[in-house]
């Protein structure tokens, strides 16, 4: 499961960013950086495949309300575009 919850985990993070590099996106590295030393650590033992799980459920969390917001916008805007050509003739 470790090799399709980090393709899952890469489309996430495209999706999120669009190849805009923010600051909120380095900071989420970072968390999943720190996240990772500190679940494979001896202190709490998980594996790493345990480890990119959590974080893949971690960039879910994160990245559903992007994607829905996106989504929206999309819907709200694509049949505006197909009917403009017909409307601006109305107007």
Same mark, same amino acid.
Not at 15 to 23: A, D, R, V
Not at 69 to 74: N, P, V
Not at 82 to 87: E, H
């Given at each position: 499961?470790?090799?399709? @919850? &980090?393709?899952?985990?890469? @489309?996430?993070? &495209?999706?999120?960013? @669009?190849?805009?590099?923010?600051?909120?996106?380095?900071?989420?590295?970072?968390?999943a950086a720190l996240i990772w030393m500190l %679940?494979?650590?001896?202190?709490?033992?998980?594996?790493? *495949? *345990?480890?990119i799980a959590v974080i893949a459920g971690l960039l879910l969390v994160r990245? %559903? #309300?992007?994607? &829905?917001?996106?989504?929206?916008?999309?819907?709200?805007?694509? #049949? %505006?575009?197909?009917?403009?050509?017909? &409307?601006?003739?109305?107007?």
């Open positions: 499961h470790t090799s399709f @919850f &980090v393709k899952s985990s890469i @489309f996430l993070f &495209v999706l999120m960013t @669009f190849g805009e590099m923010s600051q909120r996106c380095y900071c989420w590295a970072a968390t %679940l494979t650590s001896s202190w709490i033992g998980m594996s790493n *495949d *345990d480890c990245g %559903l #309300p992007i994607i &829905v917001k996106r989504l929206l916008t999309i819907a709200a805007t694509y #049949p %505006l575009a197909l009917s403009f050509k017909y &409307v601006k003739w109305i107007i």
